[in-house]
């Protein structure tokens, strides 16, 4: 059973990350404290009582595909149309076309529940929510008109096609092809491969955007357009018409989210796919990467939704399971698990990590939303420049931890985690694709080394470590409670992570980018382990004079990842700088 953890949700998003930063612009202004725990209320309930049930079905029958058609599990329909017509489709959208305009922190909130409920059902609407950004971004009126009202309404989904056989990660190798036609239109053809909810039977209407090159576009990614292509076409009145030339020609068998089908796309098998053209001809790129940016916060979102999952089912089977006996319990017969010192600690881990993703990603969507607010353009600035280096570090560590939590999850378990019938494998198994797609985490790493730390000449990574300073300094003051000696170890892990900072950027400047990437994975962890330390003490700072259950937890969470995980950034900043010789000097053989 999975129960929503409301109040630390709130807790993290208006103490943490500061959402009262956010909603303190006037186009926020409808946001108070109560629609705030309205919507995180019934956020939660819908995904503890609508979609974590359809979570084990969605495993064991998963989607279904016949001649082109894909049937989603028992269950998943209606609890689709359901979740469509509670409105959460439109909690970011422009209201012009029927969304409500809140900030991108309380989808943030929300998406983290629909991912613990299930992952599978969460990732469909997220795509949806992707093309609704780029559309209202990049399309023309006309297109805005035709197909935003029924996406944001969720009456239509919306769907990313990028990937083809021989370009994943590398869009310069993209094939598909598109053909100008007389009237306007265009016509696309090629396949797509790995496109999430390509076909299903939730809607009527699926609104694929297709990446795909025109016959006189430049090489490379200059020259990629971006097009809508509809599944029916659409029209003048808004009624659906004739099919267009786009199918599905079969679904992945998948480790893991077996009901999300992971479809393979033909366009133009029968003359060609009727497109639109989104923004200007080979600009696609630019377009689709508003969709893209954001969908990397999304999954990040879904490592920790899974990680929540995760810790509160091995939770649940740490206190009911019973073995040996441990020296604490004062019951009859042999102790619950919960209570032997190592599974206690797994357990604090478990939510240490989980606490940390949360806070990261809740963090990232601030700086999302602060970068669209206000009136200052150098804070505007700011803020775009906070989100694009915080989105790679939620991105990737937060998936990374969504697979190490489920993994502890399993473990605590025992054997039973090992046997499909407890669940415990299943959180392993779908939190395993999210380090993969939307840039691998590989490549998020590299973003954030060659691309986000020479933001601003450098001072952009310095000005965040200043401000984390901070943090660890009113820590340290703080004499009389136990979180002194956590300011002292933030400290210096900040310390390590400013000098491996400054060997990135030298290391760059030197033309030694070689190097520089060879360490980039290891300095995202350095990273991120520093940023998720100090946001777990900002945490207990904000609550050391509460002696409730949670705050004493939050004190906890932070005191126990200070001494566990903060000194890892020593160790991480040797790798930063010390593997490029045996990385570079190595061969790989078949």
């Known amino acids: 059973m999975y129960r929503a953890p409301v109040q630390e949700i709130a807790f993290t998003l208006n103490k943490v990350a500061d959402l009262d930063k956010v909603v303190a612009d006037p186009r926020h202004e409808e946001v108070g404290e109560d629609l705030v725990a309205a919507i995180l209320e019934e956020a939660g309930r819908f995904a503890g009582e609508q979609i974590a049930p359809l979570n084990e079905v969605g495993d064991r029958i998963g989607a279904k595909c016949e001649n082109g058609e894909v049937t989603m599990p028992p269950g998943w329909r209606d609890a689709y149309r359901a979740w469509a017509e509670g409105g959460w489709n439109s909690l970011t959208a422009d209201p012009e076309f029927g969304g409500q305009g809140l900030p991108m922190m309380l989808q943030a909130a929300a998406l983290e529940m629909w991912n613990s409920g299930s992952m599978a059902f969460a990732i469909g609407p997220t795509l949806t929510v992707g093309a609704i950004e780029a559309l209202e971004k990049h399309a023309s009126d006309h297109l805005k008109a035709t197909y935003l009202p029924k996406l944001v309404s969720g009456e239509w989904m919306g769907t990313m096609n990028l990937t083809e056989p021989q370009a994943g990660s590398d869009l310069n190798a993209l094939r598909a092809r598109a053909e100008r036609a007389e009237d306007g239109t265009y016509r696309i053809f090629g396949q797509k491969i790995f496109i999430t909810y390509g076909e299903h039977d939730f809607t009527d209407n699926i609104v694929h955007l297709v990446l795909a090159r025109l016959p006189d576009a430049p090489a490379g990614t200059r020259g990629i357009s971006l097009f809508v292509v509809p599944k029916f076409l659409v029209n003048e009145d808004g009624s659906l018409g004739a099919r267009n030339d786009v199918r599905c020609a079969g679904i992945e068998h998948k480790l893991g989210i077996h009901a999300s089908p992971t479809c393979t796309m033909a366009y133009g098998d029968e003359g060609g796919a009727i497109g639109w053209l989104v923004g200007e001809e080979n600009r696609g790129l630019a377009c689709m990467f508003t969709m893209m940016n954001n969908a990397r916060l999304a999954v990040g979102i879904q490592g920790l939704g899974v990680a929540e999952r995760a810790t509160q089912q091995a939770m649940a089977y740490a ?43 809740y963090a990232c969507a601030q700086a999302i939303d602060l970068s669209g607010l206000g009136e200052d353009e150098e804070a505007r600035k700011h803020w775009s420049e906070r989100a694009a280096m915080l989105t790679p570090i939620a991105k990737a560590l937060s998936t990374d931890i969504g697979v190490e939590v489920a993994s502890l999850g399993v473990q605590v378990h025992g054997g039973m985690g090992y046997v499909e019938e407890t669940g415990a494998a299943r959180h392993l198994r779908d939190a395993r694709i999210a380090p993969i797609y939307e840039g691998t985490n590989g490549i998020q790493a590299i973003d954030l080394v060659m691309r986000k730390l020479p933001l601003s000449g450098g001072e952009h990574l310095a000005g965040l470590i ?85 705050a004493r937890n939050r004190r906890l969470l932070a005191t126990y990842f200070a001494a566990a995980h903060l000194p890892e950034t020593a160790a991480l900043r040797a790798q930063v700088e010390g593997l490029a010789a045996s990385v570079l000097a190595f061969e790989p053989t078949a």
Do not use: Y
């Not at 998720?532 to 945490?539: C, D, E, R, S, T």
């Open 319 to 361: 206190l009911e399971r019973r073995q040996g006996r441990s020296a604490d319990h004062k019951g009859e017969g042999m102790s619950p698990i919960a209570l032997h010192p190592d599974i206690r600690r797994t357990l604090l881990d478990m939510q240490a990590w989980t606490q940390v993703s949360r806070a990261i990603c």
């Open 466 to 550: 200043g401000e984390l300073s901070g943090i660890a300094a009113a820590a340290r003051k703080d004499a009389a409670s136990d979180l002194a000696d956590a300011g002292t170890r933030l400290e210096q892990a900040l310390a390590q992570l400013a000098e491996a900072g400054r060997w990135m950027l030298d290391a760059q400047a030197d033309g030694r980018q070689q190097e520089a990437l060879a360490g980039a994975t290891p300095f995202l962890r350095l990273m991120g382990i520093a940023l998720g330390g100090a946001l777990l003490v900002k945490g207990a700072l904000a609550c050391r004079n509460d002696n409730s259950a949670p």
